[in-house]
């Protein structure tokens, strides 16, 4: 039986409400006051609430009782299929066919979160169907159903079709659930843009349906590939077929035959399909514009182009639609270019038509495609499109159906030589049927679906033990670890956090100060497969090595007998905002050390601004230079100020006033400027120049110190650029994990970064602004400051209760 959310009382108001005025068997008090916060919280009666408001506010007041399940064995594990909606397109058909095949060896509750024609096929034997449209929206609805399903039904495992369905990923981790998140959807296209960031997150298994929508992801989130990512092509899904009689399932399809093959049309006419939601990203207007190629050419009279597909709305749709209807018009061949509206019968379309357009600007894998292959209709698509354009490429099909990017005219071309030589045309779709045959096979992928899945929970199983070992050891800094962002998480969350973000490669934070676990995971690595690598670090005895740095804390003492001389010391400082500058100064005040400034400005305007702002400073002003606007504030160290940096001090610290347009989130960029102040100058309680000063004067073999920060980015896009600089040195290879002073400021020993500044870069040397936002010469150079070179090691600074 299929349940809909939200739920209604039945019944209509006669009199004054009472108790009896209403069915409420389906009430759940627990479940009421968890949703409606605000009755908790005024100490409100929930039934009373319930029926003097909650009602005509159609406040949710149960959780669904899931039925049909009395269909289920118990001899059967039970396992969740979810999926967006139930509307009769590419992901909601896949689900089906994916229960479908599982309810053959498992029972299957399927979860709906939208509703759409197909959702009664989704009831069957051994199945249960909710249909939920509002959970997206209500986090709070989620978290208790979701629990309430794991409890039920203890899940063996958990499928999530498409990235629209995430918003049940964490709480079915949080439920210990194993997780397979399958992935059709474009990052390009997606919103908001955490969206799959978060599906990586929460999933145990990430699936792709083809490389192109992989590499997509990766393109916009490079990080993601820090996990194992599986490409697994969907196999051909059975449509779904309307509960009808008979007559009207043979009217249906004579009408569509009589629609795409009319009796009067030439029996030699050939027909070209295109198929699916009318919008721009299935590029109607390019499938049009082919048309239009194809039947203006010699060999194109006797063709006929037919969409079959929702949302063709000239009236209504003044977006696109109405833009599709005067393109055809425009064309002249309106009689020829014909539009159908969604049919439960688009199987007959298949046997009537000759040749498939896929005119998609960006489609994973559609089933359309896959399906119209498998009738032996040649499929022709523009390539860098979508997963079909690879598929007939590896088999040797791209001269006859894969034309360049968005190129009708190739395209068009294309047509017209299948449209002409009968020869061609039959090789062509025999190589595809065949072709398509053996690669989209559901039983396989079913097969391989089960496997991923057993992979899942063997992964989650691991992630459950180290979380364990993790809170039992009591080590991770919760201070240090923390995000400012979330601060009322529970410790436990943290930990439970912390293993996830290292099991899926999203977000990933170092646990405490001075420990590095990607280092320990290259350097050291686990004893067992796929564990964490602070659990491991536990497991072995907590053994010391690369991974640990030394961590001057606002917590330990400084001994000023050690601090240099402040004429052995000069701190560089680019200006791009000099009216940041008494923030910098207010911070060397926590101090004793009063270094040499050296400050770099964008303009004469700004020189003057820095000048007055550094007036009040205590120690010595000794350059302000006006410098282009290249090389942000490393080019003005490296190229402005290098040579006499090292002529004439032994230590040099770097700073510049961080304004971080690139992060959208301007609290996020005041907190990372603060957290970097805090730790490279001090606060009202410590004087953190002074430790790091006096630190690197008594230890030979520390070269550089920064701010300890929590968050663990790699080489990123930097990769190739950091390879180009160092061929000519004594860095022979580079490592995966490593520390650097993410933000680009630090304290160094002059001789530890001279080999920097021997590159002797140029102005020119440096990418003209505006820059990306990752991938330059700069951001290599920021990565290689915390290289180990001349044997020098790097140590970090903590500032207590200061984090980022």
Same mark, same amino acid.
């Given at each position: 039986?299929?349940?809909?959310?939200?739920?209604?009382?039945?019944?209509?108001?006669?009199?004054?409400? %009472?108790?009896?005025?209403?069915?409420?068997?389906?009430?759940?008090?627990?479940?009421?006051?968890?949703?409606? +916060?605000?009755?908790?919280?005024?100490?409100?009666?929930? !039934?009373?609430?319930?029926?003097?408001?909650?009602?005509?506010?159609?406040?949710?007041?149960?959780?669904?009782?899931?039925?049909?399940?009395?269909?289920?064995?118990?001899?059967?594990?039970?396992?969740?299929?979810? %999926?967006?909606?139930?509307?009769?397109?590419?992901?909601?058909?896949?689900?089906?066919?994916?229960?479908?095949?599982?309810?053959?060896?498992?029972?299957?509750?399927?979860?709906?979160?939208?509703?759409?024609?197909?959702?009664?096929?989704?009831?069957?034997?051994?199945?249960?169907?909710?249909?939920?449209?509002?959970?997206?929206?209500?986090?709070?609805?989620?978290?208790?159903?979701?629990?309430?399903?794991?409890?039920?039904?203890?899940?063996?495992?958990?499928?999530?079709?498409?990235?629209?369905?995430?918003?049940?990923?964490?709480?079915?981790?949080?439920?210990?659930?194993?997780?397979?998140?399958?992935?059709?959807?474009?990052?390009?296209?997606?919103?908001?843009?955490?969206?799959?960031?978060?599906?990586?997150?929460?999933?145990?298994?990430?699936?792709?349906?083809?490389?192109?929508?992989?590499?997509?992801?990766?393109?916009?989130?490079?990080?993601?590939?820090?996990? &194992?990512?599986?490409?697994?092509?969907?196999?051909?899904?059975?449509? +779904?077929?309307?509960?009808?009689?008979?007559? *009207?399932?043979?009217?249906?399809?004579?009408?569509?035959?009589?629609?795409?093959?009319?009796?009067?049309?030439?029996?030699?006419?050939?027909?070209?399909?295109?198929?699916?939601?009318?919008?721009?990203?299935?590029?109607?207007?390019?499938?049009?514009?082919?048309?239009?190629?194809?039947?203006?050419?010699?060999?194109?009279?006797?063709?006929?182009?037919?969409?079959?597909?929702?949302?063709?709305?000239?009236?209504?749709?003044?977006?696109?639609?109405?833009?599709?209807?005067?393109?055809?018009?425009?064309?002249?061949?309106?009689?020829?270019?014909?539009? #159908?509206?969604? %049919?439960?019968?688009?199987?007959?379309?298949?046997?009537?038509?000759?040749?498939?357009?896929?005119?998609?600007?960006?489609?994973?894998?559609?089933?359309?495609?896959?399906?119209?292959?498998?009738?032996?209709?040649?499929?022709?698509?523009?390539?860098?499109?979508?997963?079909?354009?690879?598929?007939?490429?590896?088999?040797?099909?791209?001269?006859?159906?894969?034309?360049?990017?968005?190129? %009708?005219?190739?395209?068009?071309?294309?047509?017209?030589?299948?449209?002409?030589?009968?020869?061609?045309?039959?090789?062509?779709?025999?190589?595809?049927?065949?072709?398509?045959?053996?690669?989209?096979?559901?039983?396989?992928?079913?097969?391989?679906?089960?496997?991923?899945?057993?992979?899942?929970?063997?992964?989650?199983?691991?992630? =459950?033990?180290?979380?364990?070992?993790?809170?039992?050891?009591?080590?991770?800094?919760?201070?240090? /670890?923390?995000?400012?962002?979330?601060?009322?998480?529970? +410790?436990?969350?943290?930990?439970?956090? /912390?293993?996830?973000?290292?099991?899926?490669?999203?977000?990933?934070?170092?646990?405490? &100060?001075?420990?590095?676990?990607? #280092?320990?995971?290259?350097?050291?690595?686990?004893?067992?497969?796929?564990?964490?690598?602070?659990?491991? /670090?536990?497991?072995?005895?907590?053994?010391?090595?690369?991974?640990?740095?030394?961590?001057?804390?606002?917590?330990?003492?400084?001994?000023?007998?050690?601090? &240099?001389?402040?004429?052995?010391?000069?701190?560089?400082?680019?200006?791009?905002?000099?009216?940041?500058?008494?923030? !910098?100064?207010?911070?060397?005040?926590?101090?004793?050390?009063?270094? *040499?400034?050296?400050?770099?400005?964008?303009?004469?305007?700004?020189?003057?601004?820095?000048?007055?702002?550094?007036?009040?400073?205590?120690?010595?002003?000794?350059?302000?230079?006006?410098?282009?606007?290249?090389?942000?504030?490393?080019?003005?160290?490296?190229?402005?100020?290098?040579?006499?940096?090292?002529?004439?001090?032994?230590? =040099?610290?770097?700073?510049?006033?961080?304004?971080?347009?690139?992060?959208?989130?301007?609290?996020?960029?005041?907190?990372?400027?603060?957290?970097?102040?805090?730790?490279?100058?001090?606060?009202?309680?410590?004087?953190?120049? *002074?430790?790091?000063?006096?630190?690197?004067?008594?230890?030979?073999?520390?070269?550089?110190?920064?701010?300890?920060?929590?968050?663990?980015?790699?080489?990123?896009?930097?990769?190739?650029?950091?390879?180009?600089?160092?061929?000519?040195?004594?860095?022979?290879?580079?490592?995966?994990?490593?520390?650097?002073?993410?933000?680009?400021?630090?304290?160094?020993?002059?001789?530890?970064?001279?080999?920097?500044?021997?590159? *002797?870069?140029?102005?020119?040397?440096?990418?003209?602004?505006?820059? &990306?936002?990752?991938?330059? !010469?700069?951001?290599?150079?920021?990565?290689?400051?915390?290289?180990?070179?001349?044997?020098?090691?790097?140590?970090?600074? /903590?500032?207590?209760?200061?984090?980022?």
């Amino acid at each position: 039986m299929k349940v809909t959310l939200p739920w209604r009382r039945r019944g209509g108001i006669k009199s004054a409400p %009472t108790i009896d005025s209403y069915q409420l068997d389906s009430f759940n008090k627990e479940v009421y006051l968890e949703l409606n +916060p605000d009755v908790a919280a005024a100490g409100m009666d929930p !039934i009373e609430h319930y029926l003097a408001h909650g009602i005509a506010e159609k406040r949710i007041a149960s959780l669904p009782a899931v039925e049909g399940d009395n269909t289920f064995s118990s001899n059967l594990s039970n396992i969740l299929v979810v %999926t967006h909606e139930a509307s009769r397109t590419g992901a909601p058909v896949l689900s089906l066919n994916i229960s479908k095949e599982l309810a053959t060896k498992y029972n299957v509750v399927n979860l709906i979160l939208g509703k759409g024609s197909i959702e009664q096929y989704f009831i069957f034997q051994k199945s249960a169907t909710l249909i939920v449209p509002n959970l997206k929206i209500h986090p709070p609805l989620t978290r208790l159903l979701i629990g309430h399903l794991a409890r039920s039904y203890n899940f063996k495992f958990a499928i999530v079709n498409s990235v629209e369905s995430r918003f049940v990923l964490e709480d079915l981790s949080k439920n210990d659930v194993p997780t397979l998140s399958l992935i059709h959807e474009f990052a390009s296209y997606t919103r908001p843009e955490d969206a799959f960031r978060r599906t990586f997150f929460w999933s145990n298994q990430v699936v792709f349906s083809a490389g192109i929508v992989k590499d997509n992801a990766l393109s916009v989130n490079p990080d993601l590939g820090l996990r &194992p990512i599986h490409i697994l092509p969907q196999g051909k899904c059975v449509l +779904p077929v309307d509960e009808a009689t008979s007559s *009207d399932i043979k009217l249906e399809r004579d009408r569509i035959r009589n629609l795409i093959r009319p009796s009067n049309l030439d029996p030699d006419a050939v027909i070209i399909l295109g198929a699916g939601f009318v919008q721009i990203r299935k590029g109607v207007d390019l499938f049009i514009e082919c048309a239009t190629r194809v039947l203006s050419s010699p060999g194109g009279e006797k063709c006929r182009f037919i969409w079959i597909g929702k949302g063709y709305d000239p009236e209504g749709d003044i977006a696109y639609s109405v833009y599709i209807k005067d393109q055809i018009e425009r064309s002249g061949f309106k009689d020829r270019i014909i539009f #159908i509206d969604e %049919t439960p019968a688009i199987e007959v379309a298949y046997e009537e038509v000759d040749l498939f357009l896929l005119s998609s600007r960006l489609d994973p894998l559609p089933n359309v495609a896959i399906e119209v292959m498998s009738h032996r209709v040649p499929v022709l698509c523009f390539d860098k499109t979508t997963g079909i354009a690879d598929f007939l490429k590896e088999n040797g099909l791209k001269d006859f159906c894969v034309a360049q990017y968005i190129d %009708t005219t190739e395209m068009s071309q294309k047509i017209l030589a299948l449209v002409g030589s009968r020869e061609l045309y039959q090789d062509v779709s025999r190589r595809v049927y065949e072709e398509a045959i053996k690669f989209f096979d559901m039983s396989n992928y079913i097969l391989r679906l089960e496997l991923l899945a057993s992979n899942a929970i063997n992964k989650l199983t691991q992630e =459950i033990l180290d979380t364990k070992i993790i809170i039992n050891a009591g080590l991770l800094n919760v201070s240090f /670890y923390q995000s400012p962002h979330h601060p009322n998480a529970t +410790p436990q969350d943290h930990v439970r956090s /912390y293993v996830r973000s290292w099991a899926a490669g999203v977000g990933r934070r170092k646990p405490f &100060p001075g420990f590095h676990p990607g #280092i320990y995971l290259e350097q050291h690595g686990v004893a067992i497969p796929g564990s964490d690598p602070f659990a491991d /670090y536990i497991r072995a005895g907590c053994p010391q090595g690369a991974w640990n740095n030394l961590v001057i804390s606002s917590e330990s003492k400084v001994d000023i007998r050690h601090l &240099p001389s402040s004429k052995n010391v000069a701190l560089h400082i680019h200006a791009y905002y000099p009216e940041l500058l008494p923030e !910098i100064i207010k911070a060397l005040e926590f101090n004793q050390i009063r270094p *040499d400034l050296f400050i770099s400005v964008r303009d004469e305007a700004a020189a003057e601004v820095a000048g007055n702002m550094l007036q009040s400073y205590r120690g010595e002003v000794v350059d302000i230079q006006v410098v282009p606007n290249r090389g942000r504030d490393i080019g003005p160290l490296l190229t402005q100020f290098g040579k006499v940096l090292l002529e004439k001090y032994e230590f =040099i610290g770097h700073l510049h006033t961080k304004k971080s347009t690139d992060v959208k989130d301007a609290q996020m960029g005041s907190v990372w400027y603060r957290f970097l102040l805090a730790n490279l100058l001090g606060t009202h309680k410590f004087s953190m120049a *002074d430790a790091i000063l006096s630190k690197l004067n008594v230890e030979p073999t520390i070269g550089v110190i920064f701010p300890d920060d929590p968050n663990v980015i790699g080489w990123e896009k930097n990769e190739e650029f950091a390879i180009s600089l160092t061929k000519n040195t004594d860095i022979k290879e580079l490592p995966s994990a490593f520390l650097f002073p993410i933000g680009t400021m630090f304290w160094a020993k002059a001789d530890a970064i001279r080999w920097l500044i021997d590159l *002797d870069l140029s102005w020119d040397d440096y990418p003209a602004e505006p820059l &990306p936002y990752d991938g330059s !010469i700069l951001h290599a150079i920021e990565r290689l400051i915390g290289l180990p070179v001349n044997n020098y090691e790097v140590a970090t600074t /903590y500032v207590a209760g200061v984090t980022r």
